[in-house]
Nanobody, 118 residues
Framework: QVQLVESGGGLVQGGGSLTLSCTASGSLFSTYTMGWYRQAPGKQRELVAK???????NYPDSVKGRFTISRDNAKNTVHLQMNSLKPEDTAIYYC????????????WGQGTQVTVSS
């Protein structure tokens, strides 16, 4: 069982920045692939950033160049730095441990609200 706890959400003006953090339980964090997802009202949950155990990252075009995911294995923490925020970035953001193998176990945090005003 892996527990994930997010922090750092809030209200920000368009063009502003926020940093989300997610801390995981356990001693195997350095082996995990981690991701940030978001879900806006009436929309499906979507990936916004992923980082492998080797530090390889990927982003969808909608956030590329604005969002940066990073990890601190010593602190069991993954961060999402969000810059140049837009109203369309408003959503609940979730931290996830992504299984490497198909059919593996997913773990999710409780979510943190990010609201970007215009």
């Amino acid at each position: 069982q892996v527990q994930l706890v997010e922090s750092g959400g809030g209200l920000v003006q368009g063009g502003g920045s926020l940093t989300l953090s997610c801390t995981a339980s356990g001693s195997l964090f350095s082996t995990y692939t981690m991701g940030w997802y978001r879900q806006a009202p009436g929309k499906q949950r979507e990936l916004v950033a992923k980082i492998t155990n080797r530090g390889n990252t990927n982003y969808p075009d909608s956030v590329k160049g604005r969002f940066t995911i990073s990890r601190d294995n010593a602190k069991n923490t993954v961060h999402l730095q969000m810059n140049s925020l837009k109203p369309e970035d408003t959503a609940i953001y979730y931290c996830a441990k992504i299984p490497v193998l198909r059919g593996g176990q997913w773990y999710w945090g409780q979510g943190t609200q990010v609201t970007v005003s215009s």
